[in-house]
Structures are given as C-alpha cells and as structure tokens.
Nanobody, 115 residues
Framework: QVQLVESGGGLVQPGGSLRLSCVAS????????MGWYRQAPGKQRELVAA???????NYVDSVKGRFTISRDNAKNTVYLQMNSLKPEDTAVYYC?????????WGQGTQVTVSS
C-alpha cells in the first residue's frame, strides 16, 4: 500500500518560515519525481515545486527565491523549505509522487500565513 504522509504545516506570521516533510512508503522512492502542490480556497490546485529523481528542481514563479524543495532518498522523504512566507501562500499543501502513469497523493497539510 502506497502512502505519502505530510507534516510540518501550521500557522505562521508573514515573513516567517516553515518546513514541510513528506515521507513515502510502498514505492521505490528514488525513482519517483516528487512534488508539492497547493490549493487555496476557491482556487485550483497548483504545482509549487518538483524535484526529479536526479535532483533537478523547478518552481512556480511566485515562490522562486523563497521556497526550496529537496529530497533524502535514504529516508524516503521530500521536503519543502518555505521562507519569507506571505498571506497568499496560505493553502493546503499536498505531496505528490509520480513515475509515468503511477501517481500518488498525500492527504495534505494546512499552511496558514497570518498576523
């Protein structure tokens, strides 16, 4: 059974930082492209950042220079370091893992940026 379990969300003030973690089980993690998506109320889910099995990362323009995605294949874990958080970063953040047509999602973790 495949599981992606996120953690690290919460309430943070504008300008603050959070680090999200996603631990995967039931997949050969090192072969999967891993990503973080987010969905704000009333909006479509969007890709925030992704990292390939080789470690190449890409980001949506709105988080470039503030967020960093990384992975630890020994721990089957992908991270999203989020700095300089803004209220518009408020959303449910979802972990995603995929290879070809085999795609899996976590249950999501809430990130709220508010003073």
């Amino acid at each position: 059974q495949v599981q992606l379990v996120e953690s690290g969300g919460g309430l943070v003030q504008p300008g603050g930082s959070l680090r999200l973690s996603c631990v995967a089980s039931g997949i050969i993690f090192r072969f999967y492209t891993m990503g973080w998506y987010r969905q704000a109320p009333g909006k479509q889910r969007e890709l925030v950042a992704a990292i390939t099995k080789d470690g190449s990362a890409n980001y949506v323009d709105s988080v470039k220079g503030r967020f960093t995605i990384s992975r630890d294949n020994a721990k089957n874990t992908v991270y999203l370091q989020m700095n300089s958080l803004k209220p518009e970063d408020t959303a449910v953040y979802y972990c995603n893992g995929g290879i070809y047509s085999d795609v899996h999602w976590g249950q999501g973790t809430q990130v709220t940026v508010s003073s």
